[in-house]
């Protein structure tokens, strides 16, 4: 089991995704996840792809999210991930 901490305080707005991502360390080593607006908008209620839709929306369910980048981060190993829509159609 990887040792995961998540660092971030407010994600960075990414606008060629657009998504929104966040710097963690895997068992020391630094890596990144990001989440799709999509995915933000889909699950978690943000209004639009705009990064004061989508930070807030991030803000109220980062446990949620951060739980399932946890479980990515587990099941492939790598040091940069993109969350979806489909990572959380039966996660939360």
Request: with cysteine; glycine share 6%; net charge negative.
């Given at each position: 089991?990887?040792?995961?901490?998540?660092?971030?305080n407010v994600?960075?707005?990414?606008?060629?995704?657009p998504?929104?991502?966040?710097?963690?360390?895997?068992?020391?080593?630094?890596?990144?996840?990001?989440?799709?607006?999509?995915?933000?908008?889909?699950?978690?209620?943000?209004?639009?792809?705009?990064?004061?839709?989508?930070?807030?929306?991030?803000?109220?369910?980062?446990?949620?999210?951060?739980?399932?980048?946890?479980?990515l981060?587990?099941?492939?190993?790598?040091?940069?991930?993109?969350?979806?829509?489909?990572?959380?159609?039966?996660?939360v």
């Amino acid at each position: 089991m990887s040792k995961i901490d998540f660092i971030c305080n407010v994600p960075e707005y990414c606008p060629t995704g657009p998504s929104l991502q966040c710097p963690v360390k895997v068992d020391g080593v630094p890596a990144v996840y990001e989440i799709t607006a999509e995915a933000l908008e889909d699950h978690f209620g943000a209004r639009s792809y705009r990064s004061e839709d989508l930070v807030p929306a991030f803000l109220r369910n980062r446990q949620d999210i951060e739980q399932v980048a946890g479980s990515l981060f587990e099941m492939i190993g790598a040091k940069h991930i993109v969350l979806h829509s489909g990572h959380f159609r039966f996660a939360v």
